[in-house]
């Protein structure tokens, strides 16, 4: 099995964050891989930089917009049909268990 896509899943981190774009996405992207970055932004931020595909979707506000961002995040996530998901944070590792459990997909649980 081929694992050459791969897609950062995150809730909080922006779209340039230092350590998940900087440090792990653009080195993934160097090594051949295609990566992307799901991610809450402005539409202006998304595009294409230093390999990686970055995909902004805005963030609502509140509790309730907190779990409406999980779903849409899940649902981008899916459609992004990645092989291996990275997920960064508490909120994210939530839609990678929901991957793996739902679509088999694999994820890896970034822990700092």
């Excluded at 981190?13 to 809450?40: I, M, N, T």
């Excluded at 595009?47 to 899940?74: D, H, N, W």
Aim: glycine share 8%; net charge positive; charged share 30%.
């Amino acid at each position: 099995m081929s694992l050459n896509k791969i897609c950062f899943l995150s809730s909080m981190h922006p779209a340039r964050d230092k350590r998940v774009f900087d440090k792990e996405a653009v080195s993934l992207a160097k090594a051949g891989f295609s990566v992307s970055h799901l991610c809450p932004g402005k539409p202006g931020e998304a595009g294409l930089e230093r390999g990686v595909r970055i995909l902004t979707y805005s963030r609502p506000a509140g509790i309730k917009g907190r779990l409406k961002q999980l779903l849409m995040l899940y649902r981008l996530a899916r459609e992004e049909d990645a092989d291996v998901y990275h997920c960064n944070e508490v909120d994210s590792w939530g839609v990678g268990v929901a991957l793996r459990v739902l679509r088999g997909k694999r994820c890896v649980f970034d822990v700092h």
